[in-house]
């Protein structure tokens, strides 16, 4: 086994248990070459320039989206971070790059499922009782495809039996709707930081710490934490994520309803589901009709998502669950209890040294 160097200039190991990088160290990347220079860099935002000539290999990590066509892209990171000897770890990319193989990019990194597994303990449920509401559907912030989700629920009536919320950076209200038993249902530290945001008038996601992980040194957003109450008096998940036709990206919404062992539907890029399956997470085929996911017309794939809401509105919900019992529990330890893509990952970079 040889020696080699890594350096961290954005400290991503300094909070390597939490991100998922545990396995990044000498004692787990063995290698059989000559002493290497590793820099693991933070890079999508293609604004500032690093002079890492000196490097055997730059890995650029990216938890967000490649957003531009990836030649481009790693064209631009090349440039910017002066080195030729580079491979890219990225979290989400466009749909029209899926079936693109790209030997210098590894995709998907699941960077929320980590985070959502480190900062949430596991929720109990007792499925004999009754839940007040059908649906949640914390719908994030207001873009053209959620509000036309918001509109749905009002138009069908089902926005009564929904714990739902929206909110806007801009005008004079943050909350385009609120369901008021959120007030009572969420998370105390959610509840705190937001009411700090409203006073001040900071309208994007706060930082704050998180009540599991004292001791731990680290830090999470609001958007992170999962409110047990909340799911512990609805059903359903109404998962909107960050993207609905440009790109498959996995954020912390789809993580948190895995997470906390939900049934589910998603309003995602057409393919997402088959993405999970490949991930090896098993969905809920047997209870609903989830070829909206090969759907490519937004409308359509839209218009068959909300049939899907309907009909697990007029469903026995303790039924459907004992139904999917086993697939709820495979996610759940294939996120809490396995590497979750880390072994390929892994693989990935000892192959570009």
Known sequence: MCSFQVYDPDSLFEQSNNFGFNFLNSKTLPLQQSSKKIVFKSWWTPYTSYDYSWADLVVCINSEIQNMPFPEYDKLAKENLNNDKLIHIINGIPINELNNHTPNRFYPYCYFFYIIKKVNQPISYDYSIERPFIFEALLGQNKNFRIKILEFLHKSG??????????????????????PELDKLEDSHFLFYRQKAIQSNQRHTTALTNKNLIGDHFWALASWIISEKIYQNSWFSIIAETQFNEYVFFTEKTAKAIFGKRIFVIFSAPGTLELLKNLGFKTFDNIIDESYDNIINDHLRMKMIFTQIVLLSKSNPAYLYSQVAPILEHNFNLLTKTNLNLDNLRQFIIEHL
């Open 158 to 179: 089902l926005i009564s039996n929904t714990l739902a919320s929206m909110y806007s950076l801009e005008g004079e209200k943050m909350d385009v709707y609120r369901s």
